[in-house]
């Protein structure tokens, strides 16, 4: 198979010789030219302004206040509706499960219907990741804007590459979820080593 862009039938046929796993396809025509759409699950995290002034993304002992107490855990029925209010950050999942080949990432992007309306939303999924994919959505308008659980919303696109990548070969923070999880920024090792060589 080919380098670069996956077309539609590069993708059923890594889906037949059970090489990607894309579960449910509720129609037969979420497989597009050169996209597959995937659907809003029903979970979501909202963030909230809370009684902290910020939220810390550092490794600081002092303010010990993990990142996800500032997101409102929710969940909707599948045809339930969801408001995205403007500003806010929302994390959601999408409805289908997806095991990439070793040798294949995707870029995400919003189906155009929705980009019009001012949301936003950047994300690129690494060789080799299963799980739900948990998806970062601004609304950057100032009108709130009413989202269905179950609608198409996305468009991934699928590339192959040169050679395969280990995806479990490092340490990951967002693996084989199936929920949207919350920022894990203050986990990163390098906090720790930056950290101390000011620790004298």
Do not use: W
Not at 5 to 16: A, F, G, N, P, R
Not at 107 to 116: A, G, T, V
């Amino acid at each position: 198979m080919k380098t670069g862009l996956l077309t539609s039938s590069d993708i059923k046929k890594l889906i037949s010789d059970r090489k990607l796993t894309i579960v449910p396809l509720l129609e037969s025509d979420q497989i597009g030219g050169i996209s597959v759409d995937l659907r809003i699950g029903i979970d979501f995290l909202s963030q909230h302004q809370g009684r902290e002034p910020f939220i810390d993304t550092t490794n600081d002992n002092i303010t010990n206040r993990p990142i996800k107490s500032h997101f409102t855990e929710t969940r909707r029925k599948l045809g339930e509706n969801f408001l995205l209010h403007p500003s806010q950050p929302v994390l959601f999942s999408t409805l289908e499960y997806i095991k990439l080949p070793n040798d294949v990432f995707v870029d995400l992007s919003l189906r155009s219907s929705y980009n019009r309306l001012g949301l936003n939303i950047s994300a690129i999924v690494q060789p080799g990741y299963c799980g739900c994919i948990s998806v970062e959505v601004v609304n950057s308008g100032n009108t709130p804007i009413r989202i269905m659980s179950g609608a198409r919303f996305l468009q991934a696109r699928f590339y192959k590459l040169h050679k395969s990548v280990d995806y479990f070969n490092i340490k990951r923070k967002y693996t084989c979820q199936v929920r949207p999880v919350a920022s894990k920024a203050n986990e990163d090792e390098d906090l720790k080593k930056i950290s101390s060589l000011f620790n004298f």
